[in-house]
Each structure stands twice: as C-alpha cells, then as structure tokens.
C-alpha cells in the first residue's frame, strides 16, 4: 500500500502553462483522504512553489532545491544539506573566471555574485526556458519585473558572505543553448563532490553532492516509519534520477527523457494530460472510479 507519493513539478505536476491542473489537484486530495501522504518533490526554491500551493489549495510537504531542504507542510524546514564554505567559494571562482552567470539560492533569499546586467539576463534566459516562444527582447523586458530579478541580492564582499550565517542551498545558471550549458556543466564537474543536475536542457543546477531528491526523500520516509516500497515517485528529468534509483515504485511522464523512462517501472500519461492524478488512480486502485 502507497503511504507517500512525492512528483516532481516542472513537465510532471506542472502543465506547459505551469499550472497544477484540476485534474491532479483533485487526485491528490483523494489520495490524502485515504491517507496517502503527498509531497512536492523540485529543483524550485519554496517561494516559488508556495504561491502554486496557495493558488491549488494545497498544504503538502515539500522537497526542494532538488534535495537541498525538506520541508513540512506549514513551511518549516525539518531537514537541510547546504553546500560548505569551501565548495562554495571554487564555485564562485569558477563563475568569475568563466564568466558565468548563475543564481545562489540560500535560506535569506536570492543572491548573486555577478552584476546587474548579468543578472537580468540570466533572469531572460530563464524566462526563456520555460516560455520558448518568448523573444530575448521581451523576456529582457519581462526580467526587470521578475521576483528572481526584483528580490536579488548581490554579494559585495565573498569573503564576508561565506563567513556569515547564511547557508546555501544551490546554484543555479540558465542559458541560451544547450552547448553552452554543456560546456559549463563540464567545467563545473571538475570541481568534483558536487551533484550538478539540470531541470532543463539548458539549465544547470548545483547541489552538495548529498543533496539528491531521492537521498532526502528517502531519510524523511524513513523517520515517518514508511517503508521504500510504499513511496511512489513521479518524475521526468534529470534532477529525479536519484528518487528512480532510491524506491521501486517509480512512474515516469509520457514527456520523460529517456534516461528517466528506462529506469521507471511504470510510464504515465504527458503532463499536460493529468499523468500525475492517473498515476495516482492507478496506485491506488482507483482507475475505473469517477471523482
């Protein structure tokens, strides 16, 4: 018996208009009457994922930063892996010797080491990423008024950053190509004792190599008393391989990577046709019901 399902957001939970659909939103609070745990399992940071919750109506948990923080239904973080100091500071060298731009997602909000321009076309690429018929012209545009954008901060001094309180959770880059993104994913591998995942083809995303969605997932389960065969998990890229390999009970999208479909032990429907709620009936036995 299912106790806990836990499905990715971006291409799973999420439609391509990056909203929890009717359908999924209504399977999921089936499943919680009959007393199945369901938790939020994304690269996102929790203030990005805390307005699509309020919007659904949904109080659930929450892993995020692909693993970085584990986070209870009420907003409070009850498991945390942060990168240290030192693996910090090589990748900040490496940012600024390459001229990367990236994102550092940390427990007091955005930062970046970066300048402002950098930063604001860091913020159109993403824009980019998940809207592809956007211009960079207008996701320039569209930037200036992006949370990720607005609510940034920059670090003047690296030094005292890394020597202050704050603890972080991942960084993050976005790009206009995937070569490029390949290339700075190949440099920042060099670094070694990282985990670097991308949501996308042309995002990168690092972690402390401990902070894996399946790893916190699974720590979590276990201080529940829930056993890995009763976690189901929902994903469709690169960044829930860790949650394919930690429990059997893996359900891939329709829209999956293959690399996520050749692991899975069940493949759903595409993300824009409630593959997560039929995933869910289908768990629970419910398939020839209506709701």
């Known amino acids: 018996m299912i106790k806990l399902i ?4 971006d291409g799973t939970l ?5 909203k929890i659909s009717k359908e999924n939103i209504k399977a999921i609070k089936v499943a919680e009457k ?3 745990k369901f938790a939020i399992s994304t690269g996102r940071m929790y203030e990005d994922v805390k307005p699509l919750l309020d919007e659904s109506n949904l109080k659930c948990q ?4 692909n693993g970085g923080e584990y986070i209870d239904e009420n907003g409070k973080v009850l498991e945390g892996i942060y990168i240290d100091s030192k693996q910090a500071r090589e990748i900040i060298d490496m ?3 390459e001229k990367i731009i990236a994102e550092i997602y940390t427990n007091d909000g955005l930062y970046s080491v970066n300048t402002r321009e950098e930063a ?6 993403r824009i980019m990423v998940f809207d592809p018929e956007t211009t960079f012209e207008d996701a320039m545009e569209m930037a200036k008024n992006h949370p990720h954008f607005i609510n940034l901060k920059y670090v003047k001094d690296i030094n ?4 202050s309180n704050v603890k972080i959770g991942k960084f993050v880059a976005f790009y206009n190509d995937e070569e490029t993104t390949k290339k700075v994913k190949n440099k920042l591998e060099s670094i070694g004792e990282l985990a670097i995942a991308s949501t996308f083809t042309k995002n990168i995303e690092i972690n402390n190599k401990n902070a894996q969605k399946g790893l916190i997932l699974a720590r979590v389960a276990e201080k529940m008393g829930i056993k890995r065969d009763e976690v189901m998990v ?11 390999t930690e429990f059997t009970e893996s359900v891939a999208m329709e829209n999956a990577v293959p690399e996520i479909k050749e692991i899975a032990k069940y493949i759903t429907d595409t993300n824009d046709n409630a593959g997560v709620a039929k995933a869910i009936y289908k768990a629970l036995n419910l398939e020839n019901k209506k709701y």
């Not at 604001?120 to 690429?125: G, P, Q």
């Not at 005292?160 to 020597?163: E, K, P, Q």
Request: proline share 0%; charged share 15%.
């Open 95 to 97: 940012i600024l010797k």
């Open 62 to 65: 929450c892993v995020v930063l």
């Open 160 to 163: 005292d950053f890394l020597n």
């Open 34 to 36: 009959m007393g199945v």
């Open 120 to 125: 604001l076309t860091e913020v159109a690429y």
């Open 14 to 18: 999420l439609n391509s208009n990056h």
């Open 6 to 9: 836990a499905a990715d957001m």
């Open 234 to 244: 929902i994903g469709d890229s690169f960044n829930d391989y860790s949650m394919f």
